[in-house]
């Protein structure tokens, strides 16, 4: 098992560009998260999805969106990059239902840049 | 809304001296509490995780962590500290009030001195 996938590892973006951030995972869960790591600020949830076609937004959802089309992939989307969202974005999946819904499984993080 | 502080974001010790991280959550309700370890330029793994039943849980490397109800608290310890120890270490909360998403401490960065 691959675990939890995100492509890409690194890009650069000059303000205003857009891209796409993809998220996979082989582990059938049914949620899954977006965060952004900044230093000293911990993880901020971005987006989450408990399932397929639905989203939510976190606590800091301002400039991103999100789409849950199929259970394996959650993609972040940019639409007008900012400074801002310089930052390292990673992606966590997890069961539903019961104690073992909160372990979440983290991939290794998109470090992403914009200037 | 639930919260989670890890009191100092670095913790300095040195090899073979006792590891201690605090976390203390702000809940009446006991939660599913975590620690997970990010170690550098990767993603967070499990470190140990306490959800019912026993209060001191073990982990992974020799860490273990006491749930303490009446002092809302989850420290981290470890006996002896190795140099592979040294990373990020994230205190996480959820389950309170029904909700599954959890909410994560700032971190604490381990330094550990030869």
């Given at each position: 098992n691959a675990g939890v996938t995100q492509t890409p590892k690194f890009r650069v973006l000059k303000t205003g560009q857009s891209m796409t951030l993809l998220c996979a995972q082989d582990?059938?869960?049914?949620y899954m998260y977006w965060y952004r790591q900044d230093p000293g600020m911990g993880l901020r949830l971005i987006h989450y999805s408990v399932g397929e076609g639905t989203t939510a937004k976190g606590e800091v959802p301002d400039g991103y969106n999100v789409s849950?089309?199929?259970?394996q992939n959650f993609l972040l989307g940019l639409e007008s990059a900012a400074p801002s969202q310089t930052s390292v974005y990673f992606c966590a999946s997890s069961k539903a239902g019961?104690?073992?819904?909160?372990e979440q499984f983290f991939g290794p993080g998109t470090r992403l840049t914009v200037l | 809304a639930q919260s989670v502080t890890q009191l100092g974001s670095h913790v300095s010790v040195s090899e073979g001296a006792l590891v201690l991280l605090r976390c203390n959550y702000s809940s009446s309700v006991p939660p599913y509490l975590f620690w997970y370890v990010q170690y550098p330029n990767q993603g967070l793994q499990l470190l140990l995780k306490y959800t019912t039943g026993a209060t001191l849980v073990k982990g992974i490397n020799g860490f273990e962590a006491e749930f303490k109800k009446s002092e809302t608290s989850f420290h981290l310890t470890k006996p002896s500290a190795h140099m592979s120890d040294a990373a990020e270490y994230f205190c996480a909360v959820s389950?309170?009030?029904?909700?599954?998403i959890p909410t994560f401490g700032r971190g604490t960065s381990l330094i550990v001195h030869p």
């Open positions: 582990m059938n869960h049914e849950r089309l199929k259970k019961g104690p073992m819904a909160n | 389950g309170v009030g029904g909700s599954y």
